[in-house]
């Protein structure tokens, strides 16, 4: 199928290369046109495991190309996805702006379009938008009928920074929710040669899927640092209790690991967001919800207590392993790590970071901390470490006498959960 992929963040560019390594021709749209130039080059603006590689061959095959025209990359598409951000505003709901541009130029280049082209929203929307904000968009700007004239789709995206590409090509269920059945069915064809479920819903069934699935993954982490805070206080280990919990069927082991707590680019977002419009637009008061982003919060800098009940953090020096918001990735949105620093600063301590992928991001919001160019710099001569990020290649450091590659700390100790 010719595709058209409006914004290529995680998102867009990992479904552009995954739909284009099972055949289809994509075309993305992207209004960076650092980004536009790299994607043709063949190089991935992002890190994530594998991407690069794919890309390449893509671009190579000629079945992936880039442009800064939407119109142009509309022209030949039987399908267009919306991939682009839907960050939160101040006041916590989410800013639709994005959306509601891109879909605004779609929807100017429907107008000029002949063929039948279903539009499918990617982007995480609080439930209704689609219907009640972005199809009233499309229709005015293009002077068509949807439904008729042109179709339209939410296709909520459920990968993960880090593992993006193997998620996108092994999802455990792909979700359509479809404004008609002709709607669905072209969408339905482009997953043709995935091996997962397909669940069939309408639009705002599958808008609420991917709050109510990230809400739910969100509440597991907060849980288990509930608990494992309570573990800590009694001297148990926390991922005995979750490992044996988790056997439970029922309850399942994924997302039960304590730790410093949730960040990223998705659920603090869209936890804030889900909260907000249930409160402001369907008079609901989420008290489960609220308590998990509280516990969140907390947990984010617990960290550096825990530190300081074995040293006086005052003219020490201590490092920082682990500066994404998780392994795998460069994202350091919402990443504990950002607290934890600026709490260390605060206490005078002095702080060396050390993250695989993630220190030039990092630079740009901590760029008076010194960075170490690897873990075994980073630990030498340091008072105390605190790893953040459960890289694998942290492994060997997390022992309560912190030892790496055979050599000791200072002074203090190696901390993480
Ligand atoms: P991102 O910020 O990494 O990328 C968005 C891209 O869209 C940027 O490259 C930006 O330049 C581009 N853009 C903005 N406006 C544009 C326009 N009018 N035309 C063309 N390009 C435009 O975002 P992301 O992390 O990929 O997230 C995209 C959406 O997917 C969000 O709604 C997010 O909540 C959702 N989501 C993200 C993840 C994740 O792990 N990152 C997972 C599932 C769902």
């Known amino acids: 199928m010719k595709i058209s992929i409006i914004g290529t963040g995680y998102v867009g560019l990992v479904s552009a290369t995954a739909l284009a390594s099972k055949g289809h021709k994509v075309t993305c749209v992207d209004i960076d046109e650092d980004k536009v130039k790299k994607i043709n080059q063949g190089t991935s603006p992002i890190h994530e495991e594998g991407l690069e590689e794919l890309l390449s061959k893509a671009i190579q095959e000629k079945k992936l190309k880039a442009t800064t025209n939407t119109t142009e990359a509309i022209k030949d598409s039987e399908l267009v996805f919306i991939t682009v951000g839907t960050p939160s505003k101040e006041n916590g709901r989410v800013d639709l702006s994005y959306v509601e541009k891109a879909t605004r130029d779609i929807g100017k280049a429907l107008k ?12 995480t929307v609080p439930p209704t938008t689609t219907q009640e904000k972005l199809i009233p968009i499309l229709e005015e700007e293009s002077g068509r009928k949807a439904g008729e004239e042109f179709g339209v789709c939410m296709n909520p995206e459920f990968l993960r920074e880090g593992i993006a590409l193997k998620d996108f090509l092994n999802p455990d269920r792909i979700v359509i929710g479809e404004l008609d059945e002709k709607s669905g069915n072209i969408l339905e064809k482009t997953y043709r040669e995935f091996d997962s479920p397909i669940l069939r819903t309408s639009i705002k069934a599958a808008e609420m899927v991917k709050y109510a699935s990230n809400s739910l993954l969100a509440t597991k982490i907060s849980f288990i640092n509930e608990i494992g805070n309570m573990c800590k206080e009694l001297g148990i280990d926390v991922y005995e209790v979750a490992d044996t919990v988790g056997k439970d069927h029922r309850i399942n082991r994924d997302f039960l690991n304590a730790g410093c707590g949730f960040g990223g680019s998705c659920f603090p977002k869209d936890l804030r967001a889900f909260i907000s419009e249930a409160k402001k637009e369907w008079k609901q008061e989420p008290k489960l919800l609220e308590s998990v982003i509280e516990v969140n919060l907390d947990q984010k800098t617990k960290l550096v207590g825990l530190l300081e009940e074995k040293i006086n953090l005052e003219g020490t020096k201590v490092s920082v392993l ?24 605060s206490k005078g301590a002095e702080v060396v970071a050390y993250d695989p992928e993630a220190m030039e991001n990092m630079k740009k919001i901590h760029p008076d901390i010194e960075y170490a160019d690897s873990p075994k710099k980073a630990v030498q001569d340091t008072d105390a470490c605190l790893i953040v990020t459960d890289w694998p290649e942290f492994q060997e450091v997390n022992t309560p006498k912190l030892t790496l590659e055979g050599r000791r700390m200072n002074k203090g100790e190696g901390i993480c959960w």
Not at 112 to 123: A, D, F, I, R
Not at 324 to 334: E, M, S
């Open 322 to 345: 682990g500066l994404a918001f998780k392994p795998g990735t460069d994202d350091i949105r919402n990443s504990p790590a950002i607290p934890i620093i600026k709490k260390l600063k």
């Open 112 to 123: 000029e379009k002949k063929e039948y082209c279903v539009v499918t929203c990617k982007s």
